[in-house]
Nanobody, 122 residues
Framework: QLQLVESGGGLVQPGGSLRLSCAAS????????IGWFRQAPGKEREGVSC????????YYADSVKGRFTISRDNAKNTVYLQMNSLKPEDTAVYYC???????????????WGQGTQVTVSS
C-alpha cells in the first residue's frame, strides 16, 4: 500500500524554523516527483514547493522563495521541507504529494499524505 506520512509540524514563533518530513512506505520515492502544498482555514490549497524525480530541479512559490528549501534523501525514502524565517501567514496544514508522471506547483498529484499542522504565532 502506497503511503506518505508527513511529520515535523508544530508551533513556532515568527522568525523561527521547522523542518517537515515526508516519508514514503510501500513504494520508492526515487522515481516520483514530490510536491509540498498547504491549506490555511478558509483558503484554497496552495502549492509551496516541488522537486523533480529526474534531475532534482525545484520550484518555489513566490511567497516562500528564499525562506523554504525542498530536498530529497532517496536512501531514506524521504523528502524534506526546511522552513526558515517563518511568518504568521505560513500557518496552515502542510501536505506532501507524489506522482510518477508529472510535477509542478499546480499539478494534480496522484498520492497524498494526511498533512501536518504548522502554526506560526507568538
Amino acid at each position: 500500500q502506497l503511503q506518505l506520512v508527513e511529520s515535523g509540524g508544530g508551533l513556532v514563533q515568527p522568525g523561527g524554523s521547522l523542518r517537515l518530513s515526508c516519508a514514503a512506505s510501500g513504494f520508492t520515492l526515487d522515481y516520483y516527483a514530490i510536491g509540498w502544498f498547504r491549506q490555511a482555514p478558509g483558503k484554497e490549497r496552495e502549492g509551496v514547493s516541488c522537486i523533480s524525480s529526474s534531475d532534482g530541479s525545484t520550484y518555489y512559490a513566490d511567497s516562500v522563495k528564499g525562506r523554504f528549501t525542498i530536498s530529497r534523501d532517496n536512501a531514506k525514502n524521504t523528502v524534506y521541507l526546511q522552513m526558515n524565517s517563518l511568518k504568521p501567514e505560513d500557518t496552515a496544514v502542510y501536505y506532501c504529494a507524489a506522482d510518477l508522471r508529472g510535477w509542478g506547483l499546480t499539478y494534480e498529484y496522484d498520492y497524498w499524505g494526511q498533512g501536518t499542522q504548522v502554526t506560526v504565532s507568538s
